[in-house]
């Protein structure tokens, strides 16, 4: 069965530091998405993107959050400089079909020490 | 906004016991829902779907259904296993929309 992938799984930065989360969504897919969880707590929605393009953001999605499809496979989550509460699991996830099918990648754990 | 609320956990069963996880919403349009499962140190795994009223969707032993009345999608099962411990995560796409808006999780532990 296709999979969302994400690299790496667990990503350990200094506060201040640049991070890059890195996906590959599955082929076929049109819609990708960044949710996060801080531990503990619920799935919060970060960002839509498709067709090159945020299609929707959250609050939570400030001028330090940016994602790029720098290829046809990639989908990035870059956060510029890193705060102590950014710490959390980060998801990926695409979909063939704007709001269904679903499928999430394993996650990536960021640690901000 | 789109909200869900879900039973707070933790939830501990004994094997073989039923389980209830009640799920309310609110979205706009006729929304798709969805339980996610997210068994310990992995991701988000959809467990079933339901995208109109009075669908039931099921896996593995579990079931919901979309229950427009009373705007709820219980999650069911009528035997637990030590396997199925882990948190469940209920959620809803409004009609049209394009994210996932999810609950706080109940986590289940079941024991032998």
């Known amino acids: 069965e296709p999979e969302v992938t994400q690299t790496p799984s667990h990503q350990v930065t200094q506060m201040g530091q640049e991070v890059i989360l890195r996906c590959v969504p599955i082929s076929n897919h049109l819609y990708f998405y960044w949710y996060r969880q801080i531990l503990g707590q619920k799935v919060e929605f970060l960002v839509s993107f498709y067709n090159n393009e945020i299609s929707e953001k959250s609050e939570i999605f400030d001028d330090q959050f940016s994602v790029e499809r720098p290829d046809g496979s990639n989908f990035t989550l870059k956060i510029r400089s890193t705060k102590l509460e950014d710490s959390a699991m980060y998801f990926c996830?695409?979909?063939?079909?704007?709001?269904?099918?679903?499928?999430f990648g394993s996650g990536t754990r960021l640690t901000v020490v | 906004g789109d909200s869900v609320t879900q039973m707070e956990g933790p939830v501990t069963l004994s094997e073989e016991a039923c389980l209830t996880i009640n799920c309310t919403y609110t979205a706009t349009g006729y929304p798709s829902l969805f339980w996610y499962v997210q068994y310990p140190g992995e991701g988000l795994q959809l467990l079933l779907k339901a995208t109109k009223a009075d669908d039931k969707g099921s896996n593995k032993g579990f079931e919901a259904t979309y229950r427009k009345e009373t705007t709820s999608f219980h999650l069911e099962k009528g035997s637990v296993q030590v396997s199925d411990s882990a948190v469940y995560f209920c959620?809803?796409?409004?009609?049209?929309?394009?994210?996932?808006?999810f609950g706080t999780g109940t986590q289940l532990k079941v024991e032998l």
């Open positions: 996830a695409s979909s063939e079909v704007q709001g269904y099918g679903y499928t």
């Open positions: 959620a809803v796409v409004a009609g049209g929309g394009n994210k996932l808006t």
